[in-house]
């Protein structure tokens, strides 16, 4: 059995942790090139009148469930549902995704290009919609320009005859920077609840 010098074996020690973080960082490197390593963000805004964990509602026939899911820098996915959850006081109603600031609106609003999806959806309770049915907007966003963005969901009930009308909104701010997503806030400038996501997926 060999003996080792007190130097020598702190030669040999250094030099076996140097050669096993290299072969970490080699291992590593080789496992993010086979199968990418790719994280989203999914921001999401609940609004029942009834749910003790949602944001209060007015309209006790609407639930209103908005995420917006990032997906690289300067894309999003927008999922906006609004179940109909008992029978609303006029006859139309209106469901839809649009991007001006309800606030501060101007013609000059930036826009996001729409990649896939669509913005709005509209029919007669009882016939269109009924109660416990859930309609969902789906929209693909990207994200062209450096600029503060809006993502308005929008659940309006109204009587075309004599312009009543009630709803209720959801509503989105995301700010780009250099190209890239850096901010998502809500209406009162907070960040929302949000979950994130991390997919290993095989190189094509």
Not at 93 to 101: H, L, N, P, W, Y
Not at 122 to 151: M, R, W
Request: hydrophobic content about 35%; proline content about 6%.
């Amino acid at each position: 059995m060999p003996v080792y010098r007190t130097r020598k074996f702190g030669v040999l020690a250094i030099s076996s942790c140097v050669a096993g973080i290299l072969l970490l960082i080699i291992t590593t490197s080789s496992i993010f090139n086979l199968f990418p390593v790719s994280q989203s963000t999914a921001y999401y805004q609940l609004i029942n009148y009834d749910l003790p964990t949602s944001k209060p509602s007015p309209l006790a026939w609407s639930r209103l469930n908005h995420t917006v899911l990032k997906l690289d820098n300067a894309t999003m996915v927008s999922t906006f549902t609004v179940t109909m959850h008992a029978i609303p006081a006029y006859e139309r109603i209106t469901v839809e995704v649009g991007f001006d600031d309800p606030k501060t609106y101007t013609e000059d609003d930036p826009i996001p290009e729409i990649q896939a999806g669509n913005q709005s959806w509209s029919g007669i309770k009882d016939i269109d919609l009924q109660v416990n049915q859930t309609i969902t907007i789906y929209t693909k966003l990207h994200f062209a320009f450096d600029s503060k963005y809006s993502i308005l969901g929008r659940a309006v009930n109204y009587d075309p005859i004599s312009g009543s009308n009630e709803g209720v909104h959801t509503l989105f701010y995301v700010t780009v920077e250099q190209g890239r997503i850096t901010n998502v806030t809500d209406e009162l400038g907070q960040i929302p609840p949000s979950t994130t996501r991390v997919t290993v997926e095989p190189r094509q």
